[in-house]
């Protein structure tokens, strides 16, 4: 499955480019923003080496992540990204990360932009399950999971070892049919 460009009422999720490197090097290099990232880019130049391995055909290919770019479709602004891996065809589930730089948090773009992948997901018929492997004390990311329907099932304790320290790791999951489902209560709206 190739990565097809999608549209919300004010995003583009997009395939990265090369004029992205800079911006998204300056978001994922900051602190406040890499704290729970399971990479951080040391150098722009390595910002460059990692989209050279993201064409749209690489998207969902077993085990690698994919990183969508997060454009602000008035000012084409490149606002952050959302991290795809794909566990594979005989395992078809997906798990999702999201990063916004500072001055596009609190606007709704994250629940905006995840609604409008995973509508995408589902409605392909290709992904059963959606997951987000969260630290507990990335309170933020819990709320987004949580406002999007997706349900605690684990908690594991000091279970990553990251950045010097054991962290615990909080999985939220969703069922394509949960999803799908004509009952489903979500507004899917942004906030």
Not at 65 to 76: A, L, P, V
Not at 122 to 131: A, M, N, S, V, Y
Not at 148 to 158: T, Y
């Amino acid at each position: 499955m190739s990565f097809q460009p999608i549209e919300t009422e004010r995003l583009l999720l997009r395939s990265l480019k090369v004029e992205d490197a800079e911006p998204f090097y300056d978001y994922r290099s900051d602190p406040e923003i890499s704290r729970f990232q399971g990479w951080v880019p040391e150098t722009v130049e390595d910002v460059r080496l990692f989209f050279q391995t993201q064409t749209p055909e690489s998207f969902l290919v077993d085990e690698k992540w994919f990183q969508i770019g997060i454009e602000h479709k008035e000012s084409s602004e490149l606002v952050g990204d959302i991290g795809i891996r794909s566990f594979g065809r005989d395992f078809p589930q997906a798990e999702l990360g999201i990063s916004l730089t500072r001055n596009n948090q609190g606007q709704g773009f994250a629940q905006e932009a995840l609604i409008a992948l995973m509508d995408d997901l589902f409605g392909r018929g290709q992904i059963h399950r959606i997951l987000g492997s969260i630290d507990p004390r990335n309170v933020a990311s819990i709320n987004l999971f949580e406002r999007l329907s997706f349900r605690k099932e684990a908690h594991f304790v000091k279970s990553i070892w990251t950045r010097g320290e054991w962290v615990d790791d909080v999985i939220y999951a969703i069922l394509r049919e949960e999803w799908l489902s004509p009952g489903f209560k979500l507004e899917k709206k942004c906030v």
